[in-house]
């Protein structure tokens, strides 16, 4: 196996998302400048991302790179703390809420998604949403 294989290069990602060369290589900036992955892991994480996880383009061409590098980085994290949980699975489950901007990553299930989306109308009822759900792995994000 090659090292192309093993780490995903910027102009291969770029060449199968909705992201340019440069948009993805700033993304690698501000997450290797967060310092909590190594840059192995960061190119992994972007791929998985922008190739596996099959969000739609509206979400690419709209979100800012600053919130992309963020929500790669909190998916990673939860990942890790489901990773670690000692055998059982545990549910990605991500909220932040800043102000008049929230951000939510959960797994594609119903009592999750219901219990958000009542969370959602409480905190921000006169605010837009955008909601995305990943085509190839259970999870729905509200921006």
Known sequence: MNQEQIIPSISRIAQRSHLSAGQIQEIKRILLE??????????????????????????????????????????????????????????IQFASEQGEQGTYMVEDDYAQIRTLKERIETHYSAFRLQSYRCQSYPLRFYL
Request: contains cysteine; aromatic residues 12%.
């Open 34 to 91: 967060r310092g909590n992955f190594t840059e192995e892991r960061i190119m992994r994480e972007i791929a998985w991302f922008c190739l596996e996880l099959g969000i739609a383009g509206y979400y690419f061409k709209y979100t800012p790179i600053e919130d992309i590098a963020r929500h790669i980085e909190s998916l990673r994290a939860t990942r890790i703390i489901s990773e670690n949980s000692g055998g059982q699975p545990v549910a």
